[in-house]
């Protein structure tokens, strides 16, 4: 091997350390596969962190009425029904003992009153079904899953970024090349099987709860290599971030806060939700703010709530627009969101419920949220679009690639339920990590091109030779701050016409960018690269939006403001690439099983039924 570089070999690498990562890196370990992580950041830190409210699994702890066809229905209904009904089955019926099985393994979840796991409410859920430590929830699992891998025989690699995935002439993926971040050493890995778990892509817009490593790496790795992508139109913007001061702008503030009986209200001190119900909700959500405070007492006391759900816990496109809505029609809070005031709780029951919320509004905001509102709006949290995979095995159309976690597509549709995507995690990197070793086990060791390790080599270095370009920074910067502008919570065609072609403005100037000649600790040199992945999932992002000519979930056309259920309801856009050019096809949604379907009915004539009652004893 040439002195350039280092390699090593590997059965399974897993590309990202978050939940989905550790998670399939676990299983394959677990299935006697020499197994490997590369994480962008360190071991621990991965944006798995910033699901706080809990993760969601029909474990009937808090309401016997709850089952996996119930949860089920709500994905498929979260989803606008656009998502894949074989992940969404799979995701329903198996959280719960992925959940119970984090419990064996050491993650101490809050409790209810007969010692079992206790479980909150939270938008878009029928009952109260998410597992939680407090509004620590991801924090506690990546802690318990790390716990578990460092002690399964993985090898890990820290500080790594992964730029290109190898193949050979079958057009198998067998392997990955990158550069540690560090000292600048470039290290290639063969491998038989590669699980993308890169997680998402939101950095890519100015306000976003991502922290920097969120530049779309994998779904760009995963375009490269010839791999699909669906649903990359739906972005969510979570209803809740910071919005004040500047410097935590877009810092998540937790849907537990809402689940914990929080209220939303504008300038005019009003709740404004109950004016933004959407007719598929009706039913399902209180009607009078009395109706609204007799929840919050139940829920508080610990009983079964017997009257409908505060209009705050909707699904969170709904609540983001709304909120984006009221900010527009000048009832905005004085910084552009709005005021979401949980003090009614008291300080006891929100020191104990939302102890990180409480010190982060404390800390870096000088609001005690136990006595004043916050000031939150929306912001770019998730992509529901990804790598499309089979629901079964998680793998791509690139046989050996796998993904999983927020990397992949299909459980979410258009728009995520919340703390689906902690179950999501679990479930489906225990499913890309088993069927990747077992993959593995069918194949040699396979031996990567040279001329493919030059020609990565090659451009990896590129930004250090370029002398006299620019500041990669300010590219980057200003890629940013358009995605917002002009690719944001609400869409056009002419800003998304002129969004595209200022990301191929931006690919030409991205390729003179100059980042200096050191490879030690140069980040100008890092984002140079990142830039790379960020215009190529900025472009599959903004093509998806501009063609999906309808509003749905998390994507809001303001000249197309009404859902088109005949023909985009039965659609979804699918992304590759061709000779370096972002294309996109429609392709049908596959049609549901048929007893699916009928759990579909036999859930919906329950919360009928269910509100039927409710309205008689009001």
Known sequence: MSKEYSHHEFDVIVIGAGGAGLRAAIESAKSGVKTAIITKSLLGKAHTVMAEGGCAAALQNADPRDNWKVHFHDTMKGSKWLADWKMAEYHAKEAPDRVRELEQWGAVFDRTNTNFINQRNFGGHTFPRLAHVGDST????????????????????????????????????????????????????????????????????????????????????????????????????????????????????????????????????????????????????????????????????????????????????????????????????????????????????????????????????????????????????????????????????????????????????????????????????????????????????????????????????????????ENPGKIYDELRDMMQNQVGIIRTKDEMVSALEKLNEYEARQKNASSGTSRKYNSGWHQALDLINMIIVSKAATLAALTREESRGGHTRDDFPTPDDEYWGQIVNVIWMEDGEVKIRQEEKEEMREDLQEAIKEVKKMIAERAAEQDGEK
């Open 138 to 469: 991801g924090l506690e699992i990546i802690r318990t899953l790390q716990e578990k891998g460092i002690h399964s025989g993985i090898d890990v690699f820290m500080e790594y970024t992964v730029t290109d995935l190898f193949k050979n002439k079958k057009g198998e993926c067998i392997g990955c090349i990158g550069y540690n971040r560090v000292d600048g050493e470039i290290h290639t890995f063969s491998a038989k099987s590669i699980v993308l778990a890169t997680g998402g892509i939101t950095r890519c817009w100015s306000v976003c709860s991502g922290s920097w490593e969120y530049t779309g790496d994998g779904h760009a790795l995963a375009l490269k290599a010839g791999a699909h992508l669906r649903d990359m139109e739906f972005v969510q913007f979570h209803p809740t971030g910071m919005i004040w001061p500047p410097s935590v702008r877009g810092i998540l503030v937790t849907e537990g806060v809402r689940g914990e009986g929080g209220r939303l209200l504008n300038i005019e001190n009003e709740r404004f939700m109950f004016n933004y119900v959407p007719e598929m909700f009706a039913g399902d959500h209180a009607e009078t703010i009395e109706e609204s405070e007799q929840w919050v007492q139940e829920v508080v006391s610990g009983k079964l709530a017997t009257v409908r759900r505060p209009p705050e816990l909707l699904t969170r496109d709904v609540v983001a627009k709304a909120i984006n809505s009221e900010v527009k029609a000048g009832r905005g809070s004085p910084n552009g969101g709005a005021f979401l005031d949980i003090s009614h709780r008291g300080e006891e029951a929100i020191l104990k419920k939302l102890p990180s919320m409480h010190h982060q509004f404390k800390e870096l905001a000088g609001v005690d949220i136990s006595k004043e509102p916050m000031e939150v709006g929306p912001t770019a949290h998730y992509v529901m679009g990804g790598v499309r995979v089979d629901a079964e095995t998680q793998e791509s159309c690139v046989p050996g690639l796998f993904a999983c976690g927020e990397v992949a597509s299909g459980l979410h549709g258009a728009n995520r339920l919340g703390g689906n995507s902690l179950s999501d995690l679990i479930v489906f990197g225990k499913r890309a990590g088993e069927f990747a070793a077992k993959k593995s086990k069918e194949l040699s060791q396979p031996k990567i091109d040279e001329k493919d390790i030059n020609l990565a080599i090659t451009n990896i270095l590129a930004p250090l030779k370029n002398f006299e370009g």
